[in-house]
T-cell receptor
Framework: RKEVEQDPGPFNVPEGATVAFNCTYSNSASQSFFWYRQDCRKEPKLLMSVYSSGNEDGRFTAQLNRASQYISLLIRDSKLSDSATYLCVVNIGTGANNLFFGTGTRLTVIP | EAQVTQNPRYLITVTGKKLTVTCSQNMNHEYMSWYRQDPGLGLRQIYYSMNVEVTDKGDVPEGYKVSRKEKRNFPLILESPSPNQTSLYFC????????????FGPGTRLTVL
């Protein structure tokens, strides 16, 4: 079983739509959680960390459910520039050597 | 500007010809790592280093070597590349600790014929 599993996608949504991605993790001792964004053929970049209480950054909202071991990312009012692959990342210990990446969910926002 | 640089960005080589991919960061980070990214498999860690002269294997270390003689540099060495090492490689650096952001280099696309 993979440490981190994501919705397979791809998601094709019209501009202005709301879209949600889920990600499940297998290790209940996981300590920190992140969403990264990766544009085609580019490096991943941190989109947001995910905190226990949930957190919001503009049109983006991240939620963590420890009991069910999943995290989610909600994007409201989708823009064309949101088209990318979104990677779920889980740290199962302290330090970045315990990071596990999901395979990513591809989002395409259509005009 | 804080950044991680990698060179070369693109490389086509032949089986068995030794190569080195360089990685350098200017953020004074203790921690550096190498990943490879393959379709359907996501990012997998090859090697990591927690500080100068401290390196350890990640999930897929076979066929790779690394060194960390200086804090800013963390080269990836393929002594005898094989076609199954054709992949997109990323170097990353971060400060140690839970929750710290990893900064990725721009990637090196390697093709081994």
């Amino acid at each position: 079983r993979k440490e981190v599993e994501q919705d397979p996608g791809p998601f094709n949504v019209p501009e202005g739509a709301t879209v949600a991605f889920n990600c499940t993790y297998s290790n209940s001792a996981s300590q920190s959680f992140f969403w990264y964004r990766q544009d085609c053929r580019k490096e991943p970049k941190l989109l947001m960390s995910v905190y226990s209480s949930g957190n919001e950054d503009g049109r983006f909202t991240a939620q963590l459910n420890r009991a069910s071991q999943y995290i989610s990312l909600l994007i409201r009012d989708s823009k064309l520039s949101d088209s990318a692959t979104y990677l779920c990342v889980v740290n199962i210990g302290t330090g970045a050597n315990n990071l596990f990446f999901g395979t990513g969910t591809r989002l395409t926002v259509i005009p | 500007e804080a950044q991680v640089t990698q060179n070369p960005r693109y490389l086509i080589t032949v089986t068995g010809k030794k190569l080195t991919v360089t990685c350098s960061q200017n953020m004074n980070h203790e921690y550096m790592s190498w990943y490879r990214q393959d379709p359907g498999l996501g990012l997998r860690q090859i090697y990591y280093s927690m500080n100068v002269e401290v390196t350890d294997k990640g999930d897929v270390p076979e066929g790779y070597k690394v060194s960390r003689k200086e804090k800013r540099n963390f080269p990836l060495i393929l002594e005898s590349p094989s076609p199954n090492q054709t992949s997109l490689y990323f170097c990353a650096s971060t400060t140690l600790g839970v929750g710290d952001t990893q900064y990725f280099g721009p990637g090196t696309r390697l093709t081994v014929l």
